[in-house]
């Protein structure tokens, strides 16, 4: 196990006290130390636990300041990860130790052995120190881009993608649309900041512009056929459907920031991302001259199964000493040792890393944590062939299907500086990357090439071409996106907008032209009357037309209304009041419902009763309610008796809604939105000079 400079200091060094090679993964690591405070832990053994023999009292968590702790159990989707999530915080610099006893059983009826392992906190951070966490993200930017500016946090209303981008070949391109990130290089807000996919004759089939910020990154398709984009202004991932509407939104655990470099989803839901950690270290332990007190960045690749639960995590502070980040100068203050850009999930189900500071990409056991091979770096067990400079300061390395393994060499120390897509063949056993084809893109100057400082993506199509992304210019004239052929035949070509220096991270091509139901949860009726009722959702890309079906629930047949793909409404009219209704939605992708979605989910609402109209006005308020139960809107309709105010109260005489009332009003129908009010009784209370009336209102 690898020891940091931190663990030289306080030499700690616990050891497994007994049958930890029964279990495949432990986390925290057993004497690890760093250890955020509000971190849980995991234990996994590798086969099916049985259930009935997870109980509490076979585990301890005890602290050595902070004494025992209560924790929630958790026996994880898979049958054979347990979580043990502490209710509160370790304390700060604390040694803390798990204990399990005997007794737990696989499925195959083997009881495993208890043991004991142990790991330590972090010390408490002064509050300079922890300004230096805050101000470590924007920095390691600047590093990665070679620049640094100010800015300014702004919203901007959506627009369109005009002049984002300039198409200058477009020669028989392979099928699909391409998605890409889009932001500005020189930090300045802008209409472009957003995510996008257009055709390859630059039609837009998708725009979201959000505030300068929150930069997004990553804007990719998972295998669930669904898509992720990192969020700034939530330091979250957010997964989208097929209508990019936001479906769930996922977070580091254990203290971390999300880092944006990465995020996966896989076809069994589980879903894995980069985090950053940021502790305080002295590397002056490697050399009397480097700092003795370095803020340090390190990486944390986390995993979580479909119920949001941790069932995996890898620090780089428990495998990667510091000093491996060759070309960081060690004598600064702040050092972004790995900086993990991309994260893969191999044939066999472990995980391919790219490290950009290390020169490095890593396979790491899914199932322990440990290196299965280190190809690149200080560390490098492999052997290059045909290959004159391997890559330094690399991104997106990816296994393709021939089983290489491929990856953009931004080429940073390379003399000359120049930038390349990079195939290799990777034998595993041989320890050899022999690279088997890369391509350069010519600049304007004979026998030169471009250079890329940062950033950038390599994807391998199925008609053997590849699409690449150039990542960060340093030169905006040069372009942002290529797809070539196998010959290195450039067939499409695209620039971002060159005078704002629009830059995406990375960009890919899809077959991708769904024909999409709109997204469930934002389906909802509005404006119920008892004659009428709106229905509004959100759009869909790609549309011609919606068909929206709609029917009393007690009758079979529908009724239909066709509805143009540019309107996300439609008001139904000539109802039946005090009747419930249901309704449905299909999206049609051509002008003959030939292709089309299937139906949404039922929905449903019901209109109000029939108005009443009530006598002329006296000295003394008369008033009907409805519906009543209500649900989002109740409606109130009184006489002309001057009533003034009106008031829902709850059980305990607290005023939820006061709604004043004056001569223009038309108290023959006041609607009172319930949106914010909890389900319960209520008593409404309507009031004018002379009298008050109460009456008992249910909220669904």
């Known amino acids: ?62 602290g050595a300041s902070s004494g025992s702790h209560v924790f929630k159990l958790i026996l994880a989707n898979d049958g054979k990860t347990i979580l043990l999530q502490p209710e509160m915080p370790f304390n700060f610099n604390e040694v803390v130790t798990v204990t399990i006893t005997k007794g737990l059983k696989t499925k195959q009826g083997q009881i495993l052995n208890g043991f004991t392992f142990k790991f330590q906190t972090h010390r408490a951070y002064v509050a300079e120190e922890q300004q230096r966490f805050k101000e470590m993200k924007e920095q390691i930017q600047d590093e990665e881009t070679l620049l640094s500016a100010d800015e300014t946090n702004e919203e901007i209303s959506n627009r369109e ?16 649309d391409i998605f890409f990130d889009s932001f500005s290089g020189n930090f300045q807000p802008n209409s472009y900041t957003g995510y996008q996919a257009i055709t390859t004759s630059g039609d837009s089939v998708f725009f979201r512009e959000v505030t300068a910020l929150n930069k997004p990154s990553n804007f990719n398709q998972n295998e669930k056929g669904y898509f992720g984009i990192f969020n700034g202004s939530k330091n979250g991932f957010d997964l989208l459907d097929s209508n990019f509407n936001v479906i769930d939104t996922y977070y580091p655990a254990n203290g971390y920031e999300a880092d944006e470099h990465e995020f996966l989803v896989l076809t069994d ?13 002295d590397l002056s332990v490697y050399d009397p001259s480097y700092s003795q007190s370095c ?62 500071t290390l020169d490095q990409v890593t396979k790491i056991d899914r199932n322990t944590g440990e290196f299965i091979w280190r ?21 997106d390395a990816r296994r393709i299907d021939n089983g290489h393994i491929t990856l953009f060499d931004n080429g940073v120390y390379h003399v ?75 067939v499409w070509e695209l620039k971002l907008n060159a005078p704002k220096n629009i830059i995406t991270y990375r960009s890919h091509k899809y077959v991708w032209n769904p024909c999409a139901r709109p997204t469930q949860k934002t389906l909802k009726s509005k404006e119920v009357t008892s004659t009428a009722a709106t229905i509004k959702w959100a759009g869909v890309a790609n549309v011609e037309s919606y068909l929206l079906q709609y029917k009393k629930h007690s ?23 005090n009747t419930k209704y249901d309704w449905r939605l299909q999206t049609w992708c051509d002008a003959d419902g ?66 004043e009332l004056n001569e223009t009003d038309d108290v023959s129908l006041v609607q009172i939105p319930l949106h914010s009010i909890s389900a319960g009784n209520y008593l409404l209370e309507i009031s004018n000079s002379f009298e008050t009336q109460v009456q008992k209102v249910v909220i669904e």
């Open 375 to 395: 190809m690149g770096g200080v560390m490098n067990e492999f052997t290059f062939i045909n290959e004159p400079q391997p890559f330094t300061y690399q991104h």
């Open 1 to 62: 196990m690898k020891i940091i400079a931190t663990c030289l200091l306080l030499q700690l060094t616990f050891g497994l006290q007994q049958s930890i090679a029964q279990f495949q993964y432990v986390s925290p690591m057993p004497g690890s130390v760093m250890i955020n405070p509000e971190h849980n832990i995991i234990i996994r053994e590798g086969h099916l636990i049985d259930p009935a023999t997870v109980k509490t009292e076979q585990f301890s968590i005890e």
């Open 295 to 356: 803020t340090v960045t390190g990486a944390v690749i986390q995993e979580f199964d479909a119920a949001h639960h941790l069932v995996f995590e890898w620090r780089s502070f428990d495998h990667i000493e510091v000093p491996e980040a060759l070309h960081k100068n060690l004598t600064f203050s702040t050092v972004d040792y790995v900086h993990t850009n991309s994260i893969e999930i191999d044939n066999d189900g472990n995980i391919i890393a790219s490290h950009r």
């Open 416 to 490: 000359p500086q120049e930038s390349a897509a990079k195939e290799y063949a990777v034998d595993e056993v041989n320890k050899t990357a022999t690279l088997v084809w890369s391509y350069k893109h010519p600049d304007t100057n004979p026998n030169t090439f471009l250079y890329y400082s940062a950033m950038g993506s390599v994807q391998r199509l199925t008609n053997g071409n590849t699409f690449i992304n150039w990542g960060w210019r340093l030169n905006t004239a040069n372009p942002s996106m290529t797809e070539i052929t196998p010959e290195g035949t450039i």
């Open 269 to 281: 839901g589980h879903v894995l991302f980069v985090a950053d950690e940021y502790q305080v270290l």
């Open 555 to 577: 009758e079979s047949a529908w009724l239909e209304k066709t509805v143009l793909g540019t309107k996300d409404s439609k008001k139904l009219t000539g109802l039946t009041a």
């Open 594 to 659: 030939i292709k089309k979605s299937g139906f949404t989910e039922i929905k449903k609402f019901t209109t109000l009763p029939q108005k009443i109209f009530l006598n002329e006005p006296t000295d003394e308020i008369s008033f009907l309610i409805y519906p009543n139960p209500a649900h989002d809107i109740l409606t109130v309709s009184m006489n002309h008796a001057g009533a003034s105010q009106i008031r829902l109260l709850n059980m305990f005489g607290i005023v939820m809604i006061v709604r």
């Open 161 to 176: 993608i005009d002049g984002m981008f300039e198409i200058t070949t477009n020669i028989n391109p392979s099928p699909g």
